[in-house]
């Protein structure tokens, strides 16, 4: 079955350092795609990037980037000179198809980001 | 942009009752959910619905039910709340593009307590 497997339950930074969650999926899908969200205190998930796993191309937007390498099924995110604003609980997330062709989305754990003043 | 409305922000209700979570999508999407979110846990598919009638269990589907009678609108049903199904509540919808997932929009989400 898909799963997707946040390790970190928590991190906390001070503002500025650089930070890196990781993502670590199974699948037994050729062709997949990947999310990551972020769910800030008012609780709502905010949609960051979707990746297709026939592209492996490192992406990068303003402070954030991504990194997928479908060698070690993985797909981290890492946000540069981190803000207060940054604070929030993140999920990675796998695409899955059902038996009836439907599609779904499989989340992880979640982790906890802190960014201390 | 995208609309998710969830009908409540925030719902007590006693053990027993029937509950009726409600959801409703601007977009026009064929695909809609219902997930559950606890701690530690991160999200857990309860049902979702590619199409209007149409329904799929998900993950944890044991103790609710669902109803499609719209496109538009997706309800959560519990049939006689529990402790056990005190949680927050996130309904989602997507397109349905076959050979492409598109991301999926949340609501604002539904903190439900059952006393």
């Known amino acids: 079955a898909q799963k997707v497997t946040q390790a970190q339950t928590e991190i906390s930074v001070v503002e500025k350092e650089d930070v890196t969650l990781d993502c670590v999926y199974e699948?037994?899908?050729?062709?997949?795609?990947l999310f990551w969200y972020k769910q800030p205190p008012s609780g709502e998930l905010v949609f960051l990037i979707r990746?297709?796993?026939?592209?492996?191309q490192n992406e990068i937007s303003g402070r954030y980037s991504w990194n997928f390498q479908k060698s070690t099924s993985s797909f981290n995110f890492t946000i540069t000179a981190s803000q207060v604003v940054d604070s929030a609980v993140y999920f990675c997330?796998?695409?899955?198809?059902?038996?009836?062709?439907?599609?779904?989305?499989?989340f992880g754990q979640g982790t906890r980001l802190t960014i201390n003043p | 942009d995208v609309k998710v409305t969830q009908s409540s922000r925030y719902l007590v209700k006693r053990t027993g009752e029937k509950v009726f979570l409600e959801c409703v999508q601007d977009?026009?999407?064929?695909?809609m959910f219902w997930y559950r979110q606890d701690p530690g846990l991160g999200l857990r598919l309860i049902y979702f619905?590619?199409?209007?009638?149409?329904?799929e269990k998900g993950d944890i589907p044991e103790g609710y039910s669902v109803s499609r009678e719209k496109k538009e609108r997706f309800s959560l049903i519990l049939e006689s709340a529990s402790t056990n199904q005190t949680s927050m509540y996130l309904c989602?919808?997507?397109?349905?593009?076959?050979?492409?997932?598109?991301?999926?929009?949340f609501g604002q989400g539904t903190r439900l307590t059952v006393v």
């Open positions: 989602a919808s997507s397109l349905w593009a076959r050979g492409r997932r598109t991301e999926a929009f």
């Open positions: 699948t037994r899908d050729t062709t997949y795609y």
């Open positions: 990746r297709n796993s026939f592209d492996e």
């Open positions: 997330a796998l695409s899955e198809y059902t038996d009836g062709g439907a599609q779904k989305l499989v």
């Open positions: 977009m026009d999407h064929e695909n």
């Open positions: 619905s590619y199409d209007v009638k149409m329904k």
